[in-house]
């Protein structure tokens, strides 16, 4: 090996050494990461969230689930809810000593913004943002915190964000549907129409039970009842009473509307009208006039997957 070669690979070394200083500063200690509070996120099991002008929100956690008990009770958004626990260890980037009367407006905390509570406990408040580098001031207790500002307007959205986007409850099994202008009807193993259907189709009914058991909106509103309005009604296995859905035609989508709750549940109107009518029949020997099997009870949603 040539004496060139030996000093391009001795000064190749000496770069990579220095290299490896400035990046690992082999001596010093790593500034310990301050998080805004000690719980982890797998613990939290309640959440409130307090906003000015807004009815409080509260989610609770079931099993592997979310359950929003206020202002509406139904199922909560898993993915919003496991969102808004990720702030209880979000990096606090500064802290400072808050004084006994001391004047918290130019932070904006002499009123707060935003309050988050997790689990009775730990309540942080959201203020104003400082004006270098935009980072929210929080207090909790008594010392103010800075981070970088990534969920205050996540958390400020409207109540009905938080609420389950699925039409119907998990592995819901309806028993009985009746659409503005279709009726049906589960009489053991077969299903029945009202008005009655010729060779009513196995895959008939079952899609159209799939789509709504299956249905997912893409936005939710509030809604207050609109006056004469079309209905639909789904009974669900193990419930008394029917689901009530104001059926609502808007400009290239269709929503339906639960009074009872004051939700309103808004789709394409594509999805809209595969909620609201029977598909077409979906094979040649359907078109004939063959005949077919009785329609089978729907799946529960778990076994389709």
């Given amino acids: 090996m040539s004496s060139r070669t030996l000093l391009n690979l001795a ?3 000496i770069i990579a050494v220095l290299v490896a200083v400035l990046v690992y500063k082999p001596g010093e200690k790593a500034e310990p990461v301050i998080k805004l509070t000690s719980l982890a996120e797998t613990a ?3 959440i409130e969230i307090q906003h000015i002008g807004a009815p409080t929100i509260i989610l609770e956690k079931q099993g592997d689930n979310w359950q929003m008990s206020k202002p509406y009770a139904i199922a909560a958004d898993k993915f919003k809810a496991e969102t808004v626990t990720e702030l209880a260890a979000a990096k606090s980037t500064a802290q400072y000593p808050i004084k006994a009367g001391e004047d918290l407006k130019p932070y904006g905390l002499d009123i707060p913004r935003l309050t988050v509570i997790f689990n009775d406990k730990d309540k942080l408040q959201f203020g104003g943002t400082e004006p270098l580098k935009y980072q929210r001031y929080i207090r909790i207790g008594d010392t103010l915190h800075l981070i970088f500002d ?3 307007y996540n958390l400020s959205t409207p109540a009905p964000e938080y609420v389950s986007h699925a039409l119907l409850p998990v592995n819901a099994v309806i028993t009985k549907l009746v659409l503005p202008k279709l009726s049906l009807t589960q ?4 299903w029945e129409a009202e008005p009655p259907i010729k060779q009513l189709s196995n895959d008939q009914v079952n899609e159209l039970l799939d789509n709504w058991t299956g249905a997912h909106a893409t936005q939710m509103l509030e809604y207050k009842p609109a006056k004469d309005s079309e209905h639909a009604q789904v009974y669900l296995k193990g419930q008394d009473k029917p689901l009530v859905f104001d059926v609502l035609h808007e400009k290239d989508a269709i929503a339906l509307g639960r009074a009872d709750l004051g939700l309103k549940y808004k789709f394409t109107e594509d999805v ?3 909620l609201l009518s029977l598909p077409a029949k979906l094979s040649a020997e359907t078109d004939k006039g063959e005949k077919q099997q009785p329609a ?3 799946k529960p949603e778990a076994l389709k997957k």
């Fill in 11 to 13: 000064l190749l070394v």
């Fill in 296 to 298: 089978s009870p729907a």
């Fill in 150 to 152: 990534r969920f205050y």
């Fill in 272 to 274: 809209g009208n595969s």
């Fill in 187 to 190: 009489q053991g193993n077969a």
């Fill in 44 to 46: 939290i099991h309640k």
